[in-house]
C-alpha cells in the first residue's frame, strides 16, 4: 500500500498517514512481559520498511485497544533510544481507542497522564488523535456523541468515530442515499463552528450520560454558538462574558434541537424550539432548554439583534414509548444500553418484540390539538427482511404499513405515515394481521417509538445566513435589517437543504443588491408547478 500510494499519488502522499498495528495488546501482544522485545522489533522492522519506501511518511501509533499507561511508557522510553531507518523509533502521531462507557468518565485523566509522561521523557509534544472512540449506543444519538465531542474539543485532539456496523453509512449517520439523521446534524453542527473556543463547565464534567457542552465565539461574525445535550432534565445555561463592543446591546437567542431519529431515520433541518430577543446587562444571559428528551443535542446561537425578532418554527409533537403501550399476544423487552453500551440505541431501554401471533397488537392514545394531517413515525427493528403491519385508527383499518429491512431487531428504522385526524383523543394500534386470522409477511417486527408530528401546511423551511458555509472570501455582515453575506469573485456561501421527498420545490433567497427582499435567509417549499429541479443536497460532516 505504501508502495502504491508513492508511485499513484505523489501530488498527495503527505495526506495519508501508515497505522502498522491495531490494537497490538488486543491481538498479537498480550502478554506484556513476554512479548514487549518482540513487539519492539516488530515495530521497528515495519516503521524501517515504510520509511524505505517513503521517507516522509508519518507513523501512527502504538494505536493499543485501551490506554495502557505501563505498556506506553515502556513503549516511548526504548522508543525514544532506539534508531528506526537513521531517525529515532518515536511514531508522528501518539493514538489509542476509547472504547467503553467508562471512556467518558477516564479519557481527560488519560490525556493529562499521557502529556506528563511526555514530559517526563523529554518528548512531544506529539499530535494525538483518538482513532476509535465510542460505542453502538453512542453512534447517531446526539445526547451521546456530544459528550464525546466535547472531551475531544477540551484537550484539542482529533478523533475518530468506531466502525461498528457496515460500510457507506458514515458510522451509523447517514441514511439509505443522500439522507441524514438526527446524530448527523449534530455532527454538522460542529463541523460548522468557527472561530475560537471558550470555556464550558458542565455540572458533572467526568460522569458519563450526563449533560456536557462545547461552546464558540466568532469574533468576525459577531456570534455565539452552545453545543449542549446529554441530559433528561432541563439544562439552564449561564452565559457570561458577552462583550456588548461584540454583542451590542440587544441580542438575539435561537435554540434549535436535534433529536434520535434511529440508525436509518432521516431528518430534516432541526427545528427552533426556542427563540428570543432580550438583553444581557453585564454581559450576562440565561438560556433555559427544554428537558425530557435524554437522547437530543441543543444549538444555541447568540448573535447582536437585527430584522425581524427571532420566532419558534418547532411543529406540534409528542412521542409515545412502545413499551408503555397496551399490548397483546407481544413482550417487552429491556435494551439497558448503561449496563452494556455495545447494544444498539433504544429509545427509553425498552421496547416490544415477539409479535409472531395474529392477535400481536401495539395500541395507544394520542390527543392532538387540531384537525389536520399527522406524520405518525414508527421506530422499528426488521431482522434483515422488509415487513408489514397494518394501522387501525379507532378500530378501523387506515392502511397497511410497509417496513424496509433494517440490520437486525435492535437496528433502527424509522417509516412514516401520514394519517387524518380530527381534534381530540385516537386510539392507534399497529398489528400483526389486518383480519385478525392471517399473519402479514415479515410482521414479527420489533417496536420502539411513536412519533406524531402534526404536518398541516405547506412544508417550507428557512435557512438564516447564519447556517451558511462561507468560502473564498466571503464575508458575513450585520446591519439593521439582518444577516447578510458578502459574495464577489470566488467568494462561496453554501447552504445544506434538506428535502424530505421528492418532488418540485421552490427556493427563494434575500438578495439587497436585487431589493428582493431580507438577504438574511433562504426559503425552501414545494412548489408542484415548477418545471425544473436541482436534487436536494446532503453532505457529510464527522467530527475530526
Known sequence: MVRKVVRERPADKDRFVWVPFNEPDWIWYQDWDALKEKFFGDWKAVVERIRSIDPQARIVGPNEARYNPGRLRDFLTWAKGATCGGGDCLPDIMAWHELSRDSLAGYRGHHEHYR???????????????????????????????????????TKVDADMAYWTYAGNLDDHAVRTRQANGGWWLLKWYADLTGETVRAT??????????????????????????????????????TGLDPALFGRQVDVVVSKTTWTGYEGDALKPPVVAARRTTAPGGKLRVDLP?????????????????????????????IEAESATLASA??????????????????????????????AVTFSVTVPRDGRYRLGI??????????????????????????ATLGWTYRGRTDVEIELTAGTHRLSLRTSADGTTLLPGSDITLDRFDLTEITGPARAAYPADEARLSGGARLTRSGAGPAITLGGGARATF???????????????????????????????????????PPESRASSAG
Request: net charge negative.
Open 116 to 154: 506528563a509522561l511526555e514530559r517526563e521523557l523529554g518528548i512531544g509534544p506529539l499530535p494525538v488523535n483518538i482513532d476509535e472512540y465510542g460505542n453502538r449506543r453512542d453512534m447517531s444519538v446526539p445526547g451521546q456523541l456530544v459528550q464525546w465531542i466535547s472531551m475531544f474539543e477540551d
Open 379 to 404: 421506530h422499528h427493528g426488521t431482522n434483515k427482511v422488509p415487513g408489514r403491519h397494518a394501522l387501525f385508527v379507532d378500530g378501523a383499518l387506515d392502511r397497511l404499513v410497509q417496513y424496509s
Open 202 to 239: 458542565p455540572p458533572h464534567p467526568n460522569v458519563p450520560d450526563t449533560v456536557q457542552a462545547v461552546a464558540a465565539v466568532d469574533e468576525p461574525a459577531r456570534r455565539g454558538t452552545v453545543l449542549a445535550g446529554g441530559g433528561a432534565q432541563p439544562v439552564r445555561l449561564d452565559v
Open 331 to 360: 413482550q417487552a423487552y429491556d435494551q439497558d444500553t448503561t449496563a452494556d453500551p455495545q447494544k444498539y440505541a433504544t429509545s427509553g431501554k425498552r421496547d416490544v418484540g415477539s409479535m409472531n401471533q395474529p392477535g400481536s
Open 496 to 534: 445544506f437543504v434538506a428535502a424530505g421527498q421528492d418532488g418540485y420545490h421552490d427556493l427563494t433567497g434575500g438578495d439587497e443588491e436585487r431589493g428582493a427582499g431580507a438577504p438574511a435567509e433562504v426559503m425552501a417549499g414545494p412548489a408542484p408547478e415548477r418545471v425544473s429541479r436541482a
Open 291 to 319: 428537558g425530557g428528551d435524554v437522547m437530543a443535542a441543543y444549538r444555541v446561537t447568540i448573535v447582536p439583534s437585527s430584522g425581524p425578532a427571532p420566532a419558534i418554527d418547532a411543529p406540534w409533537t409528542t412521542s
